[in-house]
């Protein structure tokens, strides 16, 4: 089992002290979220700079509590693992038009940021790493697919010893460096955003479990203390819905990521790990990723690679990856290491949209460990979709929804064939 109530980086650096009250009356509004995270109090936001702004928004513990308050904050381009998964739903006009829209997610991020003046620590740069051919020919090729966006930021891919301009390791062949990425204070973030949100009178509750939901016109969802009744509602608790919603419960699997912090390192140590100061991950199926911190720490992420396996001792699993790439750093002392579930989908895409036969009862889950970036772009097409439809709502909307059968029982089994057979595809992919 792994300990969800462990501190992190982002809760011993919290900036912001939010305390919102729990719910113990019964409320009328016109949205009501499910869920404290990106998805929740970024739909919410987007819907309210809209003018929606009656909303109540539902945490079960505190916000941040689930993979928005404890990711590695790395600010990837793009939405998906392999768009070529979700083709056959979308075809190749809806292919491009992704890609379009998935160029979108740091500068929303940035503009946040500046709109509402949050202290998110957004720092940019980002390296996308290759160990050998076959990722040297993908990093060649998505220097191709990035610069097609026409992307205002500096893209460059690196080869042999200019890898070494971006970043401090030997292990590297090729590199493509994307100054439009980066890393964020994924906590502080949420905290700013949320604090926007209560700005425009939108109502959050904390320790506010949703506990029963009656569908309908209006629709009544149940928390321990009181309820709240509207005309429309949000899911949005990715790996956290625990059959909550049994519809969105079978469409997802948990797997686990893991992260590690350092101790805070001279600027020397810091200047040869990233020259940059940015975030990188190499382009495996299943990969690591790390960036250095504000306060010259390193965070550096993983997951197992083949089996559904929690490590008993997280802080000396991330440290052997660590100084694989890192191996100057085998006196550094690891500070603080914690993990957490993520809902993955079956194409690895986030599932977005209503369910069957309820029009006003929306949902948004399944990022499969790579939700930061994706969900501003995908809440800021959600509120679109929930305030008046948009074409860019129907398209994200109509990617498949596929059920996971017999994710209950056959869990440990179904997520190590999943990651085994994610694993082997890289092959052919050029991610392995
Ligand atoms: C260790 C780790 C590292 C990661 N690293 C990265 C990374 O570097 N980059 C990246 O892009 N992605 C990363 N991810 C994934 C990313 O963090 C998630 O995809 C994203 O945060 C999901 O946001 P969310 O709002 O959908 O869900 P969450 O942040 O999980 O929020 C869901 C919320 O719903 C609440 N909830 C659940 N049930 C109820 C209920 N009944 N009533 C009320 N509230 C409820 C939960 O308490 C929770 O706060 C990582 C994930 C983990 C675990």
Not at 145 to 161: A, C, N, Q, V, W
């Amino acid at each position: 089992m792994i300990n969800t109530e462990a501190a992190t980086y982002y809760t011993a650096t919290k900036k912001y002290e939010l305390n919102f009250p729990s719910l113990e009356d019964d409320i009328d509004v016109d949205i009501v979220v499910i869920g404290g995270g990106f998805s929740g109090v970024n739909t919410a936001l987007e819907l309210a700079e809209k003018g929606f702004t009656n909303i109540a928004l539902l945490e079960a513990r505190h916000l941040g509590f689930g993979g928005t308050g404890r990711n590695g904050g790395q600010i990837m381009a793009g939405i998906g693992h392999d768009l070529d998964k979700i083709r056959k739903d979308v075809g190749d006009d809806g292919i491009r038009r992704i890609l379009e829209i998935s160029d979108l997610g740091a500068d929303i991020i940035q503009d946040r940021i500046n709109k509402y003046g949050i202290l998110a620590d957004f720092c940019h740069g980002y390296g996308y790493m290759g160990f050998n051919a076959r990722q040297t020919r993908t990093l060649r090729q998505w220097e191709k697919d990035f610069k097609s966006l026409g992307s205002k930021h500096e893209i460059r891919y690196l080869e042999g010893s200019e890898v070494r301009s971006i970043i401090g390791s030997d292990a590297y062949q090729s590199a493509l460096l994307h100054m439009g990425g980066g890393h964020v204070h994924s906590l502080n973030l949420l905290l700013g955003e949320a604090l926007a949100l209560s700005s425009y009178g939108a109502r959050i509750f904390e320790f506010s479990p949703a506990v029963e939901i009656t569908y309908g016109d209006r629709i009544k969802v149940r928390t321990t203390k009181g309820s709240v009744t509207a005309s429309k509602l949000l899911w949005a608790c990715d790996s956290f819905l625990n059959r909550l919603e049994p519809e969105l419960h079978r469409s997802t699997i948990n797997t686990y990521a893991f992260q590690c912090m350092t101790e805070p390192l001279s600027d020397a140590l810091i200047e040869r790990i990233s020259p940059i100061r940015g975030a990188y991950s190499d382009i495996r199926p299943i990969i690591d990723y790390y960036r250095v911190t504000r306060e010259n720490r390193l965070l550096f992420g993983s997951a197992t690679p083949l089996l559904d396996h929690i490590p008993s001792d997280l802080k000396a699993w991330n440290r052997q990856l660590m100084l694989k790439i890192f191996p100057y750093l085998h006196d550094v002392k690891v500070d603080l290491a914690w993990g957490g579930p993520m809902a993955c989908s079956p194409n690895l895409f986030p599932q977005v949209g209503s369910l069957p036969g309820r029009p006003n009862a929306f949902y948004v889950q399944g990022y499969s460990g790579f939700g930061v970036t994706p969900s501003h772009i995908i809440c800021k097409i959600l509120a679109e979709g929930m305030a008046e439809g948009s074409p860019r709502y129907d398209l994200i909307s109509s990617v498949n929804r596929a059920s996971v059968i017999g994710k209950d029982r056959f869990r440990p089994l179904i997520c190590t064939a999943g990651k085994t057979w994610h694993q082997v595809s890289g092959y052919w992919t050029g991610r392995r």
